[in-house]
């Protein structure tokens, strides 16, 4: 497996975001010897081996010890199940047969699963590190030492195509959000993350809508004290995942270093589940996330107020044109965001997207969440396999259905059909936006569950309440909808 796929793997085993960091100052030492180290590793290790997500040693505080510290950091390594992830901070940034030999000395002498290093000098110093998919690094991206706005927070001026990089708006942005974005674009293994300092939320923010679906290794709770709530509202993906949580002297240190990593721990997964509380209700109340939506839609044109001719004939004075979501990655980025607010609620093996519509949106919400996907053909390949539903999948798995909107339940039940006769399991559909005069009775008579982002009668209230739409006008769609 990937490293972020092991990663993941361990994290979710234990319900854990805590990375122990291994980190023997001379100043937690009776004596600075190689053997003083590794037993002070030694202690940390038996303390927090069922409560760490990870552990992460600190190479210079071995490389300091000489000779006798490296075979210390060695033995340290060694001591650690092989079920947890070993990320050795040691901050190497090189090219060619250097960078070569750095991650031969990290990975194989050593035996660490991940290294920190820095990308200073481009894609040549990462490439070394990320050949093998079962070896992570994670990239330096925003320190939070003073001297980091130096560099860091330096504003760039992108002249080359900028859709593949930051949600497609980087006309002018941070130099660290700029390589968060490329860390997103190099990530083709899963086995490439970020660090990104605690100690600073905005940026946290910032980088995670650069990168949406990259591990973060955020340092600075603990010792220097970084607002655990704040850093996990910003950082965190969708599903609760995505973030690694670094703690050494805040254990170490501590009189009962086995009860600090466990109020650590208690205190991560505390805030993960207030953080995706507040995060359901503000959805549910039509909070930020849905007013920008709201906002985000009418500027992009995907709901249109006018007069419109539809299929069907009729004269509409509102027109949803969510197709147009495919010009506007950063919005759809947005998109993605608001169904995965749903999505994290609901018990499924993969999303199945509804073409054609929902087909980008899903594949979106695919990449933030890490959730694989599927979807029926509307027409059946005549050659090849022949296939009916594209994607991987095993009967009897449960799919939760993607669309963008509904109007009816009519129109979802050629997709759901075609899915249950290949033996897949449906509970629930999930929309962007429901337009059913009756939140979708045809679904629920049909044994279906509908759950959607927006309402119309949501937006109209919005626009209303904004002065965006004029206020004749909302009548006007109101009388017509209730018509």
Known sequence: MSFFDFMESRAREINSLLCV???????DLPKFTADAAKEFCFRLIEATVDLAAAYK???ALFDALGPEGIVALQDVIAAIPDEIPIILDAKRGDIASTAQAYAKAAFETLGADAITINPYLGKDAVDPFIVDPEKGVFLLCKTSNPGAVELQ???????????????GNLSKITLYEYIAGLAQTWNTHNNLGLVVGATQPESLARVRAAAPDLWILAPGIGAQGGDLRAALQAGLRADGMGMLIPVSRGISRAEDP???????????????????????????????LSSELAEGLLEAGCIKFGSFTLKSGIVSPIYIDLRRL??????????????????VELDF??????PYAALPIATAISLQG?????????????????AQIEGVYEPGQQVVVIDDLISTGGSKFEGIEKLESAGLEIKDVVVLID??????????????????????????????QSGAIDPAKIAEVRAFLNG
């Not at 600090?260 to 993960?272: C, M, S, T, Y």
């Open 57 to 59: 040693p600190k190479a």
């Open 435 to 464: 337009r059913s005069p009756d939140g979708g009775i045809e679904l629920r008579e049909r044994g279906y569950q509908l759950h959607a982002v927006l309402t119309i009668q949501d937006l109209l209230a919005h626009y209303e």
């Open 370 to 386: 890490g959730w694989p996907m599927l979807y029926p053909r509307k027409e059946v390949k005549e050659y090849g396999t022949k």
């Open 21 to 27: 960091g291994l980190d023997p100052h001379p100043a």
């Open 153 to 167: 927070n330096l504003q760039v001026t992108i002249d080359h195509n900028p859709q593949t990089i930051v949600n």
């Open 349 to 354: 093996d993969q999303l199945a997207a509804l």
């Open 258 to 288: 086995r009860q600090a990593a466990q109020e650590f721990w208690d205190g991560i997964n505390r805030e993960r589940e207030t953080t995706k509380k507040e995060s359901k209700m503000q959805n549910s109340e039509f909070g930020l």
């Open 326 to 343: 495919v010009a506007h990655p950063k919005l759809l980025m947005l998109v993605s965001a608001a169904y995965s607010h749903i999505l």
